[in-house]
C-alpha cells in the first residue's frame, strides 16, 4: 500500500470515529405515522418513544392524548330559552272608543269592568247578565252550544262599573261553541267568531248577527253606537 492511501485511510477513520457520536444521537427528524419515533438512547429523557406533533418539541401523550391538541369541549345541556308557542284561538281585540247607547240609554265604555271590544272591524258586545237583560235576550249554555232566546221585555240595567282603556290592545279568546237562537241554529261567520275576555263571552255586532238576536244597530260619527231591540 503506498504511502498517500495509508494515509487518506487514516484520516477517514480519524472522521469516522470523531463523528459515531453525532450519529448515534443526532435526531433524525423523521417521525412515523402516530407523529413519533424511538428514542433508544433516552436522549430526550421522555423513554424510549416520544412525539414530534405539527413540530412540537419532544413530548409525550398522557392518557393518549397530545397535550398540544386543544379539545374544544361542547355543552350536552339544553338551552334554557324558552320557546314561545302561539295560541291559534288568541285573537288581537281593541277596546273601543266613542259614545254608546243601549236603548237609549248612554254607557261609558270607558267605565266599564267588560266593555264593547272590537276585532276584525266589527263591534263585539258582552253577554254579560245585565246587558242581556237590557237588550231583552236570555241565554244559557250547554254541550258546547249556547242557546239564545230573543223577544224578551227589555228592562235596562247599568252593567258593572270598572276601569278600561280605550284603543287599548288586548287579547280575546275565539270559542268554538255553536249557535242556537230561538230553537234554530244560526251559521256565524268564521270570520266573526265568538270570543272570549275577561271570562264572557263577546257576540260581533255584524248586521245578519244582530238580525238574529232581533236587535238592530246603527253608527254615526256623531252619536257613535246604537244597540236597539227591534
Known amino acids: 500500500m503506498n504511502k498517500k492511501l495509508k494515509t487518506a485511510l487514516i484520516v477517514l477513520l480519524i472522521l469516522c470515529i470523531a463523528f ?5 444521537f443526532a435526531h433524525s427528524g423523521r417521525t412515523d405515522s402516530s407523529g413519533g419515533h424511538h428514542d433508544n438512547k433516552n436522549k430526550s429523557g421522555l423513554g424510549s418513544y416520544h412525539y414530534h406533533c405539527g413540530g412540537h418539541p419532544a413530548h409525550l401523550h398522557p392518557n393518549g392524548v397530545c397535550p398540544y391538541t386543544t379539545t374544544v369541549s ?9 320557546k314561545t308557542t302561539t295560541d291559534p284561538n288568541a285573537k288581537t281585540a281593541t277596546i273601543t272608543a266613542g259614545a254608546v247607547k243601549i236603548n237609549g240609554n248612554s254607557i261609558n265604555n270607558a267605565k266599564l269592568e267588560y266593555p264593547l271590544i272590537s276585532y276584525n272591524n266589527a263591534t263585539y258586545f258582552p253577554m254579560t247578565y245585565r246587558n242581556k237583560e237590557s237588550l231583552g235576550l236570555t241565554s244559557k249554555t250547554e254541550s258546547g252550544t249556547i242557546y239564545f232566546t230573543t223577544g224578551n221585555t227589555p228592562s235596562y240595567s247599568a252593567d258593572i262599573e270598572g276601569t278600561s282603556t ?31 275576555y275577561n271570562d264572557i263571552v263577546y257576540v260581533p255586532l255584524t248586521y245578519h248577527f244582530a238580525d238574529a238576536l232581533d236587535l238592530s244597530t246603527s253608527w254615526t260619527k256623531e252619536t257613535g253606537l246604537a244597540v236597539n231591540t227591534k
Open 166 to 196: 280605550t284603543g287599548k290592545k288586548v287579547t280575546a279568546t275565539k270559542l268554538d261553541y255553536k249557535i242556537s237562537i230561538d230553537g234554530s241554529l244560526y251559521n256565524y261567520d268564521s270570520d266573526w267568531p265568538l270570543l272570549k
Open 74 to 82: 361542547t355543552s350536552s345541556a339544553s338551552s334554557s330559552a324558552t
Open 20 to 24: 459515531m457520536p453525532m450519529v448515534a
